[in-house]
C-alpha cells in the first residue's frame, strides 16, 4: 500500500475509533454503594481538600527504589520465632517432622512463617529451603514442579505425576525446608508427600500454615496457634509502619490516641497496617490522628465478613483516582508478581491517571504506585525492586469485591460461571495452547483489558483480537505465540500492547493502524528479526522496548514518534545488503525521551544532534557490538584455516593479521569520533558505556569540568571498554553514588587523576559515592588512592568490590582513611595482604585469593569471611571481630593443615587459633569443611576445646549432609556426625 494511502487510512480509522469511544464511566453499582454508605475520613485541619494532594510530599520520590519498605515484626512474632525455630532444628524419631502455624486469615500467620524462613539458623540446616504459597488452582503437576525446581533440580518436559514424584525424591538428596503457605485441605499432604517423604529422601521439615486445625492435626503435626496481638505489641507495630525511622519522642506524644486506634484493630496485624498507612500519609499530627479514631467508619456493619473493617477505611481514604489504579491491582493472579513498569503502563492505557504539574502520565502513574507501597496497599518485593504483591490475600478480596461487576477472572478450563453482559476486564491464567472462546462473543464486544499469565503454550488469539474491537490494553507476554493475526489492525482503541518473552517472528504492517497505541514491549523476542516500516505510523507511541531480540535493524521514522519518552535497544544502522535503518541523527525530533538504550553505536554515520534537545532525559545506555574476545578470534581463525590449503596457509595468516590490526585502528578511531559528537545533556542521572571501542574516552566524561557536565549523575556503568588505558577523572562527578568498572582490559594503573583532585585544585573526591565495584580487570597491577592532607576521600563510600583483578598486587593505602562498611575481594591472585583498614566495620568478604597470606589491623571489623584462601597464616589484630566464617573446600584443605595430621585427628591452623583467643568478643563461629575436620571438633576432640569457647558455633560437612550446632548460652550441643554412615 503506497504510504498517502495507508496514512488517509489511518486517519480515517482513527476517526471512526473517536467517534465510537467509551469514554463514558462504567457503572460499578457495588462500589457506588459502598462508597455512598461508608463515611470519607475527614482530611483534617491542614489539608481542606478532602482529596488531599498527597503526591506532592517531598518524601514521596519518583523511583519505588526508594519507597518505604515493609518493616519487621513485633517482640509478639520475634517471641514465637524464638521458640519455634529451636524446635524445628531438634532431631527426632522421625525423618520429616511436620509444623503448623495455625490462626484466623489475616491474623500473621505467613508473616511468622516467612522469619522461620528467613532465619539464618534454618538457611544454614536446611540446604535446600521451598516455599510454595497454595492455592485451589495449584494442580498436583504444577505443585510438583514447583518443589523440584526450588530444589535446584530440572524437570524437564514431563507432565507425568508418578515421574515427578520420582525426580522431587531424587531432588530432595540434602536436609530440607518446605513451608506450605495457606493450606486448606490435607490432600496433597495425603496423596503425594506423605508416603514420599517417609523414606529415600534427606531428613526435613515440613512447615504448613493454615486457618482450621483439623488440617494440622490429619498431617499429626505440632501446632503452633497464633493469636491476636496484645495492646502493647500492636502499638510497637502502629508505630514501626507509621514511621520506620521510629521517632520515639513524636511517636510518645500520639501514644494514647494511638493505642486506641490499635485496640479498635482488635489486635489484628493487617489491620494495623493499613491503618498505619493511613496515618502516615496524614503526618505525625494528633488532630489527624484523632479523625481517624472517631470516624464513623469503624461502626459500619462489614461488607465482606471476612475483612476488617480497617481495610475498608484504607480503600476509601484513597483519592479517586488511586482507587482504580488499586481495583486494577486485583486483576493480577494472586501467585504472580506485579511488574511496575507494566502496571503503570496499564493505569494509562486505561486512562486512569490523571498527569499534572507538567509531568508525563509516566511520572504521575509512578507516584502512583509509590503512595499504595507507602499505604501498605502494595508490598514490594524484597529481591526485586521492579515488582510488588497486594499485601494480603483479603485485600484482593476486598477488591475484587468491588470490581466484580467489570472483571472476570478464569483459571485453566474451569467454566465461566458468571453472567456479566458487558464486562470491561478479562484475566486468563494457566490457560491450553489456544483460547477457545473463553466468554461468549457478547461478553468480548465490551472488553477493555485482557491480560495472559502462566500460559506459555498459547499459540494463538485470532479470535479474541476479531471480536474485542475495544480493546486497549492486550498483554500476552511468555506466550508462545508466534505470529499476530492480521486484524490487529482493527483494534483502534488498543492502548498497550506486551509481547516481552513471546515466539512472535514478525509483526504485520496492519499494525500502523493502531493510531492509539501508546506501549510496544518486544522486549526478549529472540526470534523477532523485522519490524514493518508501518511502526512509523504509530504517532501516540510513549514506549518501544526492543531489547533482547535478533532484529538486526530498525526501521527509519522512529524518529518522527515525537512522544516517546521510553525507547530502549534501539539498534543503529543496518547490515551491509539490508533496508535502510535508523540512524543516531534520527532521534533528534525525540525531546520528550527519559530513557534512551541504543545498541550498535559502530554503525552510526554522525552523532552530532543525537542527543541535543534532550532536556528530560535520565537514563542513557550507549554501546557497541560486541568486540570479539581472543578466544573467539582464534576459535574462527582455526575453523576458517581448516579448509584452507597447507601451501598457502603462512601467508594467509599474515594477511589476515595485517588485516585485522588495520581494521582494529580504524574501528577505535571511528568509535571515538561518534562518541565524540555524542555530548549527554546535564540531565542524565544513569550513565551505562559498553563495548566502546575508542583507545580513549570520550571528551565529554572527561576533564576538569565533568562535574558541571553531568550534576546529576548518580550511576555511572562502564562495561567492556577493553581499549581505554586510562580511567576518566570520576571523582569530580558531585551527586555520583554507584559507579562500577568492568572488564576494563587495558587499564594497568589508577592513579590520581582518576580522583580528580590536585594540589592546585584541593576538594573532596567522590563526594557521594557508596558503591564502587571494579570487576574483570585482567592487567591491574597498581592502584593508588594517594590524596593530599587538605583533601577529602571517598567520604560515604560503604561497599567496595573488588573481583577478577588477577594482577592486583596490593589494595591502595588511601583506603584506610575511608569508612567502608563491607569490602569483597574475589579473585584477586597476586594479593598477598589486606592491612590497616582502620575504618572497615561491618564485613570483610575474601573468597579466591590465591596468594593471600596476612590480614592485620582491622580494629573495628565485625564479621570475616574467608572462602578458599589456601596461604593464608598469619591473621590478627581484628580487636572487634564479633562472626568469623571459614570456608574450606576440600581440594585446598591440605594447604591450611600440612603437617598437622596426628592420629587421624586435624588440628585448625595455628593462626586461627590464636584468633580464636584473642578475640574476645567473637560471638559466632561458622565453617565449612571436611568431615574428617569437622569431627575433630566433637565434643572431645581435637579441637573441642577451641569450640567450647565461643557462644555459638556452626560446623557443616562440605556436602551439607553432617553438622556441629553449639550455643553456649542456651547448652545446646546437637550433631549427626557421630557416626559414620
Not at 9 to 14: G, I, N, P
Not at 121 to 129: D, L, Q, S, V, Y
Request: net charge negative; charged share 25%; with cysteine.
Amino acid at each position: 500500500m503506497p504510504c498517502t494511502t495507508l496514512t488517509t487510512s489511518l486517519m480515517s480509522a482513527s476517526s471512526r475509533a473517536e467517534r465510537s469511544s467509551m469514554t463514558t464511566a462504567h457503572p460499578r453499582p457495588r462500589l457506588r454503594e459502598v462508597e455512598e454508605e461508608m463515611p470519607r475520613l475527614p482530611a483534617g485541619s491542614r489539608h481542606s481538600d478532602a482529596k488531599r494532594d498527597w503526591f506532592n510530599h517531598n518524601n514521596v520520590c519518583n523511583n519505588c527504589y526508594h519507597a518505604v519498605k515493609p518493616q519487621a515484626v513485633g517482640s509478639q512474632v520475634q517471641k514465637a520465632v524464638g521458640g519455634l525455630v529451636p524446635r524445628m532444628l531438634r532431631e527426632g524419631k522421625k525423618k520429616v517432622d511436620v509444623f503448623a502455624i495455625v490462626g484466623a486469615v489475616g491474623i500473621g500467620k505467613t508473616t511468622l512463617a516467612r522469619e522461620i524462613y528467613n532465619d539464618d539458623r534454618m538457611t544454614e540446616n536446611f540446604p535446600i529451603c521451598v516455599w510454595v504459597k497454595m492455592s485451589k488452582d495449584l494442580s498436583e503437576v504444577a505443585f510438583l514442579k514447583k518443589i523440584i525446581t526450588s530444589a535446584g533440580a530440572n524437570v524437564g518436559d514431563t507432565e507425568n505425576r508418578e515421574e515427578l514424584l520420582e525426580l522431587l525424591s531424587s531432588a530432595l538428596s540434602k536436609r530440607f525446608l518446605i513451608v506450605l503457605d495457606d493450606l486448606d485441605n490435607a490432600g496433597i499432604w495425603d496423596n503425594l508427600l506423605k508416603d514420599l517423604l517417609g523414606d529415600g529422601v534427606a531428613r526435613g521439615r515440613i512447615l504448613i500454615t493454615t486457618q482450621t486445625e483439623e488440617v494440622a492435626t490429619s498431617m499429626k503435626a505440632t501446632v503452633h496457634r497464633v493469636d491476636k496481638m496484645d495492646t502493647e505489641n500492636a502499638w510497637e507495630l502502629l508505630c514501626k509502619q507509621v514511621d520506620p525511622e521510629h521517632n520515639s519522642e513524636e511517636l510518645a506524644a500520639l501514644k494514647d490516641v494511638g493505642i486506641k486506634i490499635a485496640e479498635i484493630c482488635d489486635g489484628h496485624p493487617l489491620a494495623i497496617k493499613v491503618i498505619a498507612g493511613i496515618l502516615r500519609s496524614r503526618g505525625n499530627n494528633k488532630a489527624e490522628w484523632e479523625m481517624v479514631l472517631n470516624n464513623d467508619s469503624w461502626s459500619m456493619p462489614p461488607i465482606l465478613p471476612e475483612v476488617p473493617q480497617a481495610l475498608y477505611m484504607s480503600y476509601i481514604d484513597l483519592p479517586s483516582e488511586l482507587k482504580e489504579c488499586f481495583l486494577r491491582c486485583s486483576l493480577y493472579p494472586e501467585e504472580c508478581p506485579i511488574q511496575r513498569f507494566d502496571l503503570v503502563r496499564h493505569w494509562i492505557a486505561e486512562g486512569i491517571v490523571n498527569a499534572r504539574d507538567n509531568k508525563l502520565p509516566e511520572e504521575s502513574a509512578e507516584e502512583y504506585y509509590i503512595e499504595l507501597i507507602r499505604r501498605n496497599l502494595l508490598q514490594p518485593d524484597p529481591d526485586n525492586v521492579e515488582q510488588c504483591w497486594m499485601t494480603h490475600d483479603l485485600l484482593r478480596s476486598l477488591t475484587r469485591f468491588f470490581i466484580a461487576d467489570e472483571s472476570i477472572v478464569i483459571y485453566g478450563q474451569q467454566k465461566l460461571s458468571t453472567s456479566l453482559s458487558k464486562p470491561r476486564h478479562l484475566t486468563l491464567c494457566n490457560m491450553e495452547s489456544s483460547l477457545e472462546d473463553p466468554i461468549s462473543l457478547k461478553q468480548q464486544m465490551s472488553i477493555r483489558s485482557v491480560m495472559l499469565f502462566k500460559s506459555p503454550n498459547v499459540r494463538a488469539i485470532d479470535i479474541l483480537v476479531e471480536s474485542a474491537p475495544c480493546l486497549r490494553v492486550l498483554d500476552l507476554s511468555k506466550t508462545a505465540i508466534e505470529a499476530l493475526p492480521k486484524s490487529i489492525g482493527n483494534l483502534v482503541h488498543l492502548r498497550y500492547l506486551n509481547l516481552d518473552g513471546t515466539e512472535v517472528r514478525d509483526i504485520p504492517s496492519s499494525i500502523g493502524f493502531l493510531m492509539n497505541l501508546q506501549t510496544l514491549s518486544l522486549q526478549g523476542c529472540q526470534r523477532l528479526q523485522r519490524l514493518p516500516w508501518s511502526i512509523k505510523a504509530l504517532l501516540e507511541l510513549r514506549c518501544l522496548r526492543l531489547e533482547g531480540t535478533s532484529l538486526s535493524y530498525v526501521p527509519k521514522g522512529v524518529g518522527e514518534l515525537k512522544h516517546l519518552n521510553y525507547l530502549s535497544g534501539l539498534i543503529i544502522g543496518h547490515d551491509n545488503n539490508g533496508p535502510e535503518g535508523c540512524d543516531l541523527d534520527d532521534l533528534k525530533a525525540l525531546s520528550e525521551l527519559r530513557h534512551l538504550h541504543i545498541e550498535s553505536l559502530d554503525r552510526a554515520t554522525s552523532g552530532a544532534t543525537a542527543l541535543a534537545n534532550k532536556p528530560f532525559l535520565k537514563d542513557l545506555y550507549l554501546s557497541e557490538q560486541a568486540l570479539v574476545t581472543e578466544e573467539q578470534q582464534q576459535k574462527e581463525e582455526k575453523e576458517g584455516q581448516e579448509n584452507k590449503d597447507e601451501t598457502g596457509k603462512e601467508e594467509n595468516e599474515g594477511q589476515e593479521v595485517s588485516n585485522g590490526q588495520c581494521s582494529g585502528e580504524e574501528s577505535a578511531e571511528a568509535s571515538e569520533k561518534i562518541w565524540n559528537e555524542l555530548t549527554p545533556p546535564k540531565s542524565i542521572e544513569k550513565l551505562v558505556i559498553k563495548n566502546y571501542k575508542g583507545v580513549r574516552f570520550p571528551s565529554w566524561i572527561k576533564g576538569p569540568k565533568l562535574g558541571t557536565s553531568f550534576p546529576s549523575l548518580v550511576l555511572l556503568d562502564l562495561e567492556n571498554c577493553m581499549s581505554c588505558t586510562k580511567l576518566p577523572s570520576l571523582g569530580l562527578l558531585n551527586q555520583l553514588q554507584s559507579l562500577q568498572i568492568s572488564n576494563a582490559d587495558s587499564i594497568v594503573t589508577i592513579g590520581s587523576e582518576f580522583l580528580g583532585t590536585t594540589v592546585v585544585s584541593p576538594g573532596t573526591s567522590f563526594p557521594k559515592l557508596e558503591v564502587l565495584k571494579l570487576r574483570n580487570m585482567k592487567k591491574l597491577e597498581d592502584w593508588s588512592l594517594t590524596v593530599e592532607e587538605t583533601q577529602v576521600l571517598l567520604p560515604r563510600l560503604k561497599s567496595l568490590h573488588i573481583q577478577a583483578c588477577p594482577k592486583l598486587k596490593a589494595l591502595p593505602e588511601g583506603l584506610k582513611h575511608v569508612a567502608l562498611s563491607e569490602l569483597h575481594v574475589e579473585g584477586a591472585y597476586s594479593l598477598t595482604e589486606i592491612k590497616d583498614l582502620l575504618k572497615l566495620s561491618d564485613e570483610l568478604h575474601l573468597k579466591d585469593n590465591k596468594v593471600l597470606q596476612r590480614i592485620s589491623n582491622l580494629p573495628m571489623l565485625r564479621s570475616l569471611i574467608i572462602d578458599d584462601c589456601s596461604k593464608l597464616k598469619h591473621v590478627a589484630a581484628l580487636d572487634a571481630l564479633q562472626h568469623l566464617r571459614l570456608v574450606f573446600p576440600p581440594s585446598t584443605e591440605t594447604f591450611y593443615f600440612e603437617e598437622l595430621i596426628i592420629f587421624w585427628s586435624i588440628a585448625f591452623a595455628r593462626w586461627l587459633e590464636l584468633l580464636i583467643q584473642k578475640c574476645k568478643g567473637l560471638r559466632r563461629f561458622e565453617l565449612q569443611c571436611s568431615l574428617s575436620l569437622l569431627r575433630s571438633c566433637l565434643e572431645g576432640g581435637k579441637n573441642w576445646h577451641i569450640v567450647q569457647q565461643i557462644p555459638e558455633v556452626r560446623i557443616i560437612s562440605c556436602d551439607g549432609k553432617r553438622y556441629i550446632r553449639y550455643n553456649k548460652s542456651r547448652r545446646i550441643y546437637e550433631t549427626n556426625a557421630q557416626s559414620e554412615e
